[in-house]
């Protein structure tokens, strides 16, 4: 099933829009000329992952290193500050065992559309 979530347009200026997907919500978040669509509900409690932040996160480095990457490809929940990959879905902290589901999203002619 395909979803028309808004205007390209219209999900840039909010950033994220959640849509109902068989009732469940989902989140259409948009990050400089991509779009990426996660379970909005955090699977510790259940909070709104598009009221929570994008970011970053410290990457693989070599030793006595500190790097930063994955400038906005970090979601974090607002409660708890769980952080979760945006485009895998797979969490930082526990990768095997805990994450969001993913959708896939594509843009036609100015639209966003979602594909469960």
């Avoid at 994955?70 to 805990?98: N, Q, T, Y």
Wanted: glycine share 12%; aromatic share 6%; with cysteine.
């Amino acid at each position: 099933m395909d979803v028309r979530v808004g205007t390209v347009e219209e999900i840039r200026s909010e950033g994220c829009r959640v849509v109902d997907v068989n009732g469940r919500p989902v989140g259409v978040i948009s990050v400089g000329d991509e779009f990426f669509a996660v379970s909005d509900r955090c699977p510790h409690m259940g909070a709104s992952m598009c009221t929570g932040s994008l970011s970053g996160t410290l990457v693989p480095s070599g030793p006595h290193e500190l790097v930063y990457g994955m400038d906005d490809r970090v979601i974090r929940c607002p409660w708890h500050g769980w952080e979760f990959d945006l485009a895998s879905g797979r969490s930082l902290l526990e990768p095997k065992r805990v994450g969001l589901k993913t959708y896939r999203v594509t843009q036609h002619d100015g639209e966003v559309v979602l594909h469960t």
